[in-house]
C-alpha cells in the first residue's frame, strides 16, 4: 500500500490550527494507521495508532481522524515544540510510511 | 521506563557484513514483537523487518529479504539483526522499535531506539 502525505511543507505560526492529510493507494485494513512525529537529530515518536487513538503521554492538542484510504492528523493549536515533521504509517497490510509533511515556524 | 538501545553500526564496503543489536529493558520483551526500521540521511521511514516475542516468525521487506537476519535472545532481552551482502542503498540510521501490539499483528512502533548509522561506502 503506497502512502500519500499532503502537503510537503507547511509554514505556520504558533497558535495556529493544522491539519495533515494523509491518503492510501488503497483500503487500510481495520484503521490501522499511525502517526509519528519527529524532530531533527531524534526518533520519531508515536502520536496515534488505531487512526484516532492518541497514545501514552501525547497531548490533547493532536487528534487523528479519518477511515478507509484517506486519514488527518489535526494539531488544534500549534505550540513551539510542535514545529517536525509528521509521518503516516499503515499496518493492515505490512508497514509503510508516507513521504512524510514538514511544519515549519512562518 | 521502556528503553531500547542500539549497537553495532558503523562503516563497512559493499558485499560486507555487520550485525546490529538491540537491548532492551523496562518492559517485559519476551512478550512483544520487535521491528527494525531504517531512514537513509535526510530521507523518510522504511520498515525492515519483525521478529515475533518467541523468535519463531520473522518477516522483512522485499528490499532485505534474504540478506538480512533476525534473531532473539528473550534471556539477554537482546534482539539481533544479521546484515549480509551489504549494497550503498542499506546506508541508513536503523532504529529497533517496540511493537504497539504486543505480540498481535498490529505493527505500529511505540517506542524507538535511538537508532544507529550504517554507512555501507568503498
Known amino acids: 500500500i503506497v502512502m500519500t502525505q499532503s502537503p510537503g511543507t507547511l509554514s505556520l505560526s504558533p497558535g495556529e490550527r493544522v491539519t495533515l492529510s494523509c491518503r492510501a493507494s488503497?483500503?487500510?485494513?481495520?484503521?490501522?494507521l499511525a502517526w509519528y512525529q519527529q524532530k531533527p537529530g531524534q526518533a520519531p515518536r508515536l502520536l496515534i495508532y488505531?487512526?484516532?487513538s492518541r497514545a501514552t503521554g501525547i497531548p490533547d492538542r493532536f487528534s487523528g481522524s479519518g477511515s478507509g484510504t484517506d486519514f488527518t492528523l489535526t494539531i488544534s493549536r500549534l505550540e513551539p515544540e510542535d514545529f517536525a515533521m509528521y509521518y503516516c504509517?499503515?499496518?493492515?497490510?505490512?508497514?509503510?510510511f508516507g513521504q512524510g509533511t514538514k511544519v515549519e515556524i512562518k | 521506563q521502556v528503553q531500547l538501545v542500539e549497537s553495532g553500526g558503523g562503516v563497512v564496503q559493499p558485499g560486507g557484513s555487520l550485525r546490529l543489536s538491540c537491548a532492551a529493558s523496562?518492559?517485559?520483551?519476551?512478550?512483544?514483537?520487535i521491528h527494525w526500521v531504517r531512514q537513509a540521511p535526510g530521507k523518510g521511514l522504511e520498515w525492515v523487518a519483525i521478529?515475533?516475542?518467541?523468535?519463531?516468525?520473522?518477516f522483512y521487506a522485499d528490499s532485505v529479504k534474504g540478506r538480512f537476519t533476525l534473531s532473539r535472545d528473550n534471556s539477554k532481552n537482546t534482539l539481533y539483526l544479521q546484515m549480509d551482502s551489504l549494497r550503498t542503498e542499506d546506508t541508513s540510521f536503523y532504529y529497533c522499535?517496540?511493537?504497539?501490539?504486543?505480540?498481535?499483528?498490529?505493527?505500529?512502533?511505540?517506542?524507538w531506539g535511538q537508532g544507529t548509522l550504517v554507512t555501507v561506502s568503498s
Open positions: 522499535a517496540r511493537n504497539g501490539g504486543g505480540s498481535s499483528w498490529s505493527w505500529h512502533f511505540d517506542y
Open positions: 523496562g518492559f517485559t520483551f519476551s512478550d512483544y514483537a
Open positions: 521478529i515475533q516475542h518467541d523468535g519463531i516468525n520473522k
Open positions: 488503497q483500503t487500510v485494513n481495520s484503521n490501522q
Open positions: 488505531a487512526a484516532s
Open positions: 504509517q499503515q499496518y493492515g497490510d505490512s508497514a509503510t
